[in-house]
Structures are given as structure tokens and as C-alpha cells.
């Protein structure tokens, strides 16, 4: 059975759960405001999500977890100090030194942000944030599981998203790449020429390594614009990243409750998680602390539901964080079936990116996927104080409410 012949008028009763959805937004937006990570606001916003779920599943619980909320995005601000370091280093004639230096900073980006690996937590102050879990139990003995998951928290402001959107984000990522990537090189020709230490650039007569060390010397300016990418002062509203995609799947829990539906062997569960934009810390919290979702004799799906605003943009991530890790295209198959239920022709692809929960569940061998709808560029709301309840788009979020519903619909029909 799909979702819109599970009621009758449910092209018209549908616009309930849509304007739910809006008006949840705009209550949260209005009542809590900012939502960074570990923060008072977050928890008081996912009590309110909280009292909502009560009302429409079974069991609904918060787990609470140790998180740095500014960890994750250090490495900015923490490769910029190390490269200064590393062109003193240089102009100093310690080749090898400047070498180790770059090359750690290139390693730590990578970890970090590549693969969201959380290498510099151990280094600030934990705050505690959480997971909010809602389930509604199966009729009879649950053979399948359906997680619609989406984070509560809201991220802090990029400041040249804000300024100048993508060309500002471009020039800035771009252009720290290629810097630290001539400084390595320009480290190890010094090594080559000249040895792992040598005397000071200046004093040297070596000219290429005096070309190099003004070349060095010029990267300052992109480092200068890199370190204040990020402004810890101002964390944003997040009305679309990601309370749209919070209310979206809610409100698939609202349809099946007011509705009294309730499947034969499918669990419907909804996901709420804290930290996601801290480096995905609450999913992999979750995952950690529910092996059961591993247990083959329930097959599990997670659909991640992200940033719904831009329905020429609707996409589903089959390849996340950064391209690197693949979701499941079984899962993808199963959003994109269930949007084309729902009327709308969504391609899947890989995310540009950055990274959404469903690779937490991914890397553990848990089928998930990524529904999203932004731009990618990414749009001047992404991250900045844009992203308010003015950018709601009624069209988009009634889009997010049918295509949710027609792939539980789908799944519990016919799984993966």
C-alpha cells in the first residue's frame, strides 16, 4: 500500500503534517533560537521535540553523550598557526622541520575533516548534548526497521558564505590547498638542495629558496583570510539545517499516529540527533551505543533527512563524506522509488561537500542514504544567519513530508 491511498483526501489532509512541520519550525526558531552544540538551547529544543514524539510513538528516550561543540572545526584555526609556524621554520633553514610541519597540518585536515575522524576533542573542553529516539513498535514481531534521522543542532556562522557565498568558500579552501601543498614541496626541495638544515634563507645564496620563501610569504594572506572562516560568536538559527528535516520526520510519525497506522513487521523510528554539525559526534554516539541495529534478524534503514528548502536541488547522497564513503544504494533506490510515488524525480549522487549522519550508520554496516534539497554551491543560508524562518519554502517542505511517507510506505512493502 503507499502512503497516499492509506487515507482518503490525502492529497488535502497531507497539508496538515506540512503545516505542522512549518509551524514546529517557526515555534523552535522562536522559543530556543541558536542551537550550538552541547548548548542549553539544544536540550530545550529537543525536550520540545521530545513532547512531540511522546504523542506519537511508543517509547521515546535522550541519550546524552561528551562532545566538544568547537573541536571539529579547529583544524582551521589550529593548520593556520602551524603554518606560520612551518614558514618560520622554512625561513629559518629548518627544511625538515617545516616539512614535519605541513605534512602533519595536510594529515590533520584529512582526518579531521576528510574522514571526520575525531583527532583534536582530546584537546578542548567536553560539553554534553544528546540524542533524542522515538520508536513506534510494529503490530505484530518487528522483522524490519526504519530510522528517519535528522540533527537538531545548528552550526556556527561561515563567514564568507555569508559574504560571498561560493566564490568566498572556493577561494578560501581552494586556496589553503594549494598553498600547503607548495609549502610541503617547497619544504622537501630544501631538503634536496640544501639538506634537512641549512642556514637562513636570507643569508643563503641559494635564489630558488629565496623565490619560495616570498611565494611562503604571500600564502600568509590566504591563511590570514582562512583563520577567520569560522565565527564562534555567532551561532546560526538553522530553521533549514536541519529543523526542516527534524519536522519532516516527525511528522511521518504524526501521519501514521493520527491515522492509526501501524504495520504488521515494520518499527518506524525517529532519530534525532545532537552534534551532527560538531563532526557527526551524536550518530556515532548512537551507533556506538545500539549494536542491536547490526543484528541481521532485523533489517535496518536509515534515511537521513537534511536541509529541505530547494526543490531544483533535491538529491539523494549514495556517496557521502566528501565522496569517500558509500551509503547504500539499495537505500537510495528506496528514496528515489518512494519520491517518485510521490511525484518528483530526484537523482542520486555524491555529496560535495562535507558529510551527513547516514555515513555514521554507513561505516558500520548499517543501510542508509541522504535526502537533501540545497544547493550545493552552497547557498548563502548554508551556515550563516540566513537560515531563518524566511527561507521556509511551504513547497519544499510538503515535498519532504510525501516523499518520507511513500518511502516508509515502500519500505515496509517491500524492504531492500
Known amino acids: 500500500m503507499k502512503a497516499n491511498e492509506s487515507i482518503e483526501k490525502y492529497d488535502i489532509k497531507i497539508r496538515e503534517y506540512t503545516n505542522y512541520a512549518i509551524k514546529s519550525i517557526k515555534n523552535c526558531c522562536k522559543n530556543f533560537g541558536p542551537r550550538p552544540t552541547g548548548s542549553e538551547a539544544e536540550k530545550n529544543a529537543q525536550e520540545y521535540m521530545m513532547n512531540d514524539l511522546n504523542n506519537f510513538c511508543d517509547e521515546v528516550t535522550r541519550e546524552e553523550f561528551k562532545v566538544s561543540d568547537k573541536a571539529f572545526m579547529s583544524w582551521i584555526r589550529i593548520g593556520v598557526i602551524m603554518a606560520i609556524l612551518g614558514i618560520a621554520m622554512f625561513t629559518l633553514g629548518f627544511f625538515a622541520v617545516a616539512a614535519a610541519i605541513f605534512f602533519l597540518i595536510i594529515l590533520m585536515i584529512a582526518l579531521e575533516f576528510g574522514f571526520y575522524k575525531p583527532v583534536l576533542d582530546v584537546f578542548f573542553k567536553k560539553k554534553t548534548a544528546g540524542n533524542v529516539f522515538g520508536v513506534r513498535k510494529s503490530e505484530g514481531e518487528t522483522k524490519k526497521r526504519i530510522i528517519l534521522c535528522a540533527h537538531t543542532d545548528s552550526a556556527f556562522e561561515w563567514k564568507y558564505t555569508y559574504k560571498t557565498g561560493r566564490k568566498g568558500v572556493a577561494f578560501n579552501i581552494y586556496g589553503a590547498a594549494i598553498c600547503l601543498l607548495l609549502s610541503l614541496g617547497f619544504s622537501i626541495y630544501g631538503i634536496v638542495a640544501n639538506g634537512a638544515f641549512s642556514e637562513i634563507v636570507w643569508l643563503s645564496d641559494n635564489l630558488v629558496a629565496k623565490i619560495l620563501a616570498v611565494v611562503l610569504y604571500l600564502s600568509l594572506i590566504i591563511y590570514f583570510f582562512n583563520f577567520s572562516f569560522l565565527n564562534y560568536k555567532l551561532p546560526v538559527t538553522g530553521a533549514i539545517d536541519n529543523l526542516s528535516g527534524v519536522f519532516i520526520s516527525n511528522a511521518v510519525a504524526k501521519f501514521l499516529n ?129 537560515d531563518t524562518v524566511d527561507m521556509i519554502k511551504p513547497q519544499a517542505i510538503d515535498a519532504g513530508v510525501k516523499i518520507a511517507l511513500e518511502t516508509v510506505f515502500l519500505y515496509d512493502e517491500k524492504g531492500i
Open 258 to 386: 493520527d491515522n492509526n497506522i501501524r504495520f504488521e513487521n515494520t518499527e518506524v523510528c525517529v532519530l534525532l540527533t545532537g552534534a551532527e554539525e560538531a563532526g557527526l559526534r551524536g550518530s556515532k554516539s548512537f551507533v556506538k551505543n545500539h549494536p542491536e541495529l547490526q543484528n541481521k534478524d532485523i533489517e535496518t534503514v536509515v534515511i537521513g533527512v537534511d536541509t529541505i528548502c530547494e526543490m531544483d536541488f533535491m538529491k539523494i547522497y549514495s556517496k557521502d563524506m566528501n565522496g569517500f564513503t558509500k551509503n547504500d544504494e539499495r537505500v537510495a533506490k528506496l528514496i528515489q522509488d518512494g519520491a517518485k510515488i510521490a511525484g518528483y524525480d530526484v537523482p542520486t549522487g555524491t555529496i560535495e561537500l562535507g558529510a551527513t549522519d547516514a555515513v555514521a550508520f554507513s561505516q558500520k554496516g548499517i543501510s542508509a542514504a541522504t535526502f537533501v534539497a540545497m544547493n550545493p554551491e552552497p547557498s548563502r543560508y548554508y551556515h550563516t544567519r540566513l
